[in-house]
């Protein structure tokens, strides 16, 4: 047996470990397979929303303007006389998709910083104190703040959120990364000269992927309740695209006479986030060995 396998023999597999879990976990708790399928129809609806909403989200018909639900529009129509179903279908697109960007760009520079500032410690000082500056700031007083300085659009809002989010990332992979660097495996690796790259990427990265699972579906919906915010305050995607805050906010000002226009988008970012978290806390469940079975 040569050393490179005496090393794969002495990593675990926690990809594979948490793969197996998540099946035997996702039976047996009730939570988790309910927040797994609020966020799969979500995902659904908003996949489909081209070809089930029963209407143009920007077409605009004063003739029916404040309109209550009916039979023809399932939950009412907004102050300029838009669908208010087919502007929550496709907020749906634009919200989730906005998290999951956030969510993706987030982790990859999150990874990055965290992986260089946990294995090597002269600049683990420097690169550490710059994240904790930036999560000094509140994430929506920061989020506004960049949203100021780049503008409303919908990139922007991608960017800014994924900076807000990124240091939150680094803490927790530079967190493993200090315990991980210190195993058998990586010492035995660093013995018989494995290149540091190798040993970041291939031996010490597969230890972060359960904290950033974990951390990401917490992650998704902190971002889409913050685009949401955004959009709500008019620092966020520009009032013309139908976000979910963009519909809450153009109900804010019809909440007596209309409240169909903010009750329905707040349903739909209630299931979301909702779905989310409890799919979140199955998975943290699931980053515990003794909960999944593994051990």
Request: proline fraction near 6%; aromatic fraction near 10%; glycine fraction near 8%.
């Amino acid at each position: 047996m040569t050393t490179n396998q005496k090393v794969q023999e002495l990593k675990p597999n926690f990809f594979r470990d948490f793969i197996i879990g998540g099946f035997k976990l996702m039976g047996r708790s009730r939570m988790m397979t309910v927040g797994f399928v609020l966020v799969l129809i979500m995902t659904i609806l908003a996949l489909l929303a081209p070809f089930i909403s029963p209407y143009d989200p920007l077409d605009i018909n004063p003739m029916r303007r404040l309109q209550p639900p009916s039979r023809e529009h399932l939950m009412g129509t907004d102050e300029v006389g838009r669908d208010v179903f087919s502007r929550v279908l496709w907020g749906a697109r634009i919200s989730l998709l906005t998290g999951a960007l956030v969510v993706i760009f987030s982790n990859i520079f999150g990874i990055v910083i965290g992986l260089v500032a946990g294995y090597y410690d002269k600049v683990d000082k420097v690169i550490m104190r710059l994240m904790d500056g930036l999560m000094a700031f509140p994430i929506m007083l920061l989020a506004v703040a960049m949203m100021a300085a780049l503008g409303a659009r919908l990139s922007n809002v991608i960017i800014a959120l994924s900076i807000v989010f990124a240091p939150r990332v680094a803490r927790v992979v530079r967190g493993v990364v200090l315990t991980v660097r210190e195993s058998a495996y990586v010492e035995a690796a660093i013995v018989v000269g494995a290149p540091s790259w190798k040993i970041i990427f291939i031996h010490i990265l597969p230890n972060c992927l359960d904290p950033i699972i974990v951390q990401s579906s917490f992650m998704f919906a902190q971002a889409v309740l913050a685009e949401a915010a955004l959009s709500f305050l008019g620092a966020g995607i520009p009032p013309w695209l139908p976000s979910w805050g963009n519909i809450m906010t153009g109900g804010r000002l019809y909440i007596s006479v209309a409240p169909w226009m903010t009750i329905y988008p707040g349903i739909a970012i209630i299931i979301c986030v909702l779905g989310l978290n409890l799919f979140g806390d199955g998975l943290r469940d699931l980053a515990d060995p003794r909960l999944r079975g593994v051990i």
